[in-house]
């Protein structure tokens, strides 16, 4: 009887440590990685040419973590160029000392010096990536995060019987640096891509071999989720799968409403989730890309491709192509980012601000300035409400974090100083006031106000697409139209129940885009368009987030290895 006494007692022990552990949340992971920046010989386009890569891989090493992991990431600078790399969409709460984009947050990591990006992974899952934030080198400097959902916690779409990573890509046979020098020389825009490529491998449509593809094997009957990455520097792109549709479970790490479509439209720095059913023949098809541009702007229109390819059938057989958008489809542009909804379920609210405590209207020009020193006389330059971003040569968060004077103003206007026909018949570019100060004009947002921005594209000089990421948050984006926003009107239709909810998003052509979020993140905050031409031309700003009530809501103090300028 003693002893089965302690046999009973033994089981309820054992039953109390199995409770502890199924109701206890797994601990946290910290999860170390180490990035060698460094040039490499990377084959690719027919040839052979060296290139800045991390690891000597392009695309680089793809970050693997859960939701509520820390993450530690060595950074070594070997390569001639001073580096920063950019978390792109990690909100990095508290925490912009690891948010990378050069002279905003931190100096660059110089050549032969290392620096360690310390974060944690909260509140987010799915997929996102890393980039070189500095001159153009994420065009062969980037990768994949893939953030797991927290163990026990499942996907809220079909479980896939496999996940693959689809980055794609733009590529230069000369050195990108080299390119964008010659262009600053002569005054006009770097000469364009000479492909785009699919994990770094433009395809079978380009005279080159085998090795130059990126195939991936299937099983009939499975669900595959592909992980889709734009990190080209200047391309809107189409996907599409020759005959299969795709639905669409995610984007920008933000779980959606699923729709099935035969092609996707994604623009620099977002990312997209698709799930791909195998229910075809067995065969081998085309997955391809391409880029949108429905104004009169010159494009690479080469199309890359990767070879979507069912186990045992052979590789000797022709793949399918797959039907993708003519180049200026805007119909399809505008009907496709019209269906994507956040899922706005229990588990994932929607928690878009109701009330606006701050309106901003931000107007998109393009413009020509004088340049003695350019072969053509002239620049092209980009700004925003009329002012052309100055970069610093001091960091402006380390400026924020310290009080540093005189590094940059917090003028920046909330809405244009000369109100025009902004999407009228093609303007010239004499509205702009750029380089007033020669200092940075930044907004200053006091904390947890509730933001509406309103980014307008204009035609000065001509209309265009363009990508805007906002570091630190995501945002909802309310509305969207073509040509001019009506205050009076356009508000109304706004969706406030499930709008889509990311970190980057396409102003249209000719039209506008209306997003909401609520500044509940201390620090200094870029915001730039994804275009990479257009970046360096100056469309950019960033806000001054200040300080919460308490010390758990004011911005962190800065790493001790943090580089210098």
Known sequence: MKRGGSIFRWAIRLLFICLVCISTPAKAALKKYHFNVQVKNVSRLCHAKPIVTVNGMYPGPTIYVREGDRVQINVTNHAQYNMSIHWHGLKQYRNGWADGPAYVTQCPVQTGQSYTYDFNVTGQRGTLWWHAHILWLRATVHGAIVIM????????????????????????????????????????PPTMSDAHTINGKPGPLFPCSEKY???????????????????????????????????????????????????????PGQTTNVLVRTNRAPGRYFMAARPFMDAPIAVDNRTATAILQYKGVASTITPALPHLPLQNDTAFALTYDGKLRSLNSPRFPANVPLEVDRHLFYTIGLGVDPCPACLNGTKLVASLNNITFVMPQVALLQAHYSGLKGVYTTDFPDRPPTPFNYTGAPLTANLRTAGEGRRPRLSKVAFNTSVELVLQDTNLLSVESHPFHLHGYNFFVVGTGVGNFDPARDPARFNLVDPPERNTVGVPTGGWTAIRFRADNPGVWFMHCHLEVHTGWGLKTAFVVEDGPDQDHAVLPPPKDLPLC
């Open 149 to 188: 959902p927290k163990d026990g916690t499942s996907y809220p779409f079909p479980q896939p019987y496999q996940e693959h990573n689809l980055i794609l890509g733009e590529w230069w046979n000369d050195d990108v640096e080299e390119v964008v020098k010659q262009g600053n020389k002569l005054g006009l």
């Open 213 to 267: 593809n990126y195939a991936m094997e299937v099983e009939p009957g499975k669900t595959y989720l592909l992980r889709i990455i734009n990190a080209a520097l200047n391309d809107e792109l189409f996907f599409a799968v020759a005959g299969h549709n795709m639905t669409v479970v995610e984007i920008d790490a933000v779980y959606t409403k699923p729709f099935s479509t035969d092609a996707i439209l994604i623009a």
